[in-house]
């Protein structure tokens, strides 16, 4: 069974940082590409950022660019998102799900980890 | 303000049929497949539609996408309560070189 777990969330200060985790399980980890997804308290879902399989090619949305960094570790099947710089506005519900790049459609999601900024 | 407009909120009988609308323009719809995602609230999203029209294994064919030029639409018929849900239209802008979601669609099914 194909399953994604994400972990690193919490409460964090304006301007601090928090790295997520999302463990990945039942399925090449390496052979896909992955993104991560957030949901603000009575907001619509936004994507985050993006980070290609083989190539580890990244993507980010304006949002976040240059604030966020995504990686992955192939080796141990588990995407990352370090985000430094964080605002009120990076409250959300932080989802990754994979990417099928080919046909563009993120096809299986995390529950997510619930990201708090706030003094 | 989203990429991809979508209607906030629509509504129907148990039973009925209903279609949500996402607008969008040629550096995304126009050019790239689009998705549709069900989205319960406390629960992972969902993948309904892929490729424009296309079902994943283990969704019902009460669930259709269809696409026209720089406008796609997600059709649901014989309407269930547990249909209620908020529903996202998704593609790559290749303009902006980033993933763009519809603002999203609050289904009500009366």
């Known amino acids: 069974e194909v399953q994604l777990l994400e972990s690193g969330g919490g409460l964090v200060q304006p301007g601090g940082s928090l790295r997520l985790s999302c463990a990945a399980s039942?399925?090449?980890?390496?052979?896909?590409?992955m993104s991560w997804v957030r949901q603000a308290p009575g907001k619509g879902l936004e994507w985050v950022s993006g980070i290609g399989g083989s190539d580890s090619s990244t993507y980010y949305a304006d949002s976040v660019k240059g604030r966020f960094t995504i990686s992955r570790d192939n080796s141990k099947n588990t995407l990352y998102l370090q985000m430094n710089g964080l605002r009120a506005e990076d409250t959300a519900v932080y989802s990754c799900a994979i990417y099928v790049a080919s046909e563009g459609y993120m096809d299986v999601w995390g529950k997510g980890t619930t990201v708090t900024v706030s003094s | 303000q989203s990429v991809l407009t979508q209607p906030p909120s629509v509504s129907a009988a148990p039973g009925q049929k209903v279609t949500i609308s996402c607008s969008g323009s040629?550096?995304?719809?126009?050019?790239?497949?689009v998705s549709w995602y069900q989205h319960l609230p406390g629960t992972a999203p969902k993948l309904l539609i892929c490729?424009?029209?296309k079902r994943p294994s283990g969704i019902p064919d009460r669930f259709s996408g269809s696409k026209s030029g720089t406008s796609a639409t997600l059709g649901i018929t014989g309407l269930q309560t547990g249909d209620e849900a908020d529903y996202y239209c998704g593609t790559w802008d290749s303009s902006l070189s980033a993933w763009v979601f519809g603002g999203g669609t609050k289904l009500t099914v009366l």
């Open positions: 490729e424009d029209n």
């Open positions: 039942g399925f090449t980890f390496s052979s896909y590409a």
């Open positions: 040629s550096s995304n719809i126009g050019n790239n497949y």
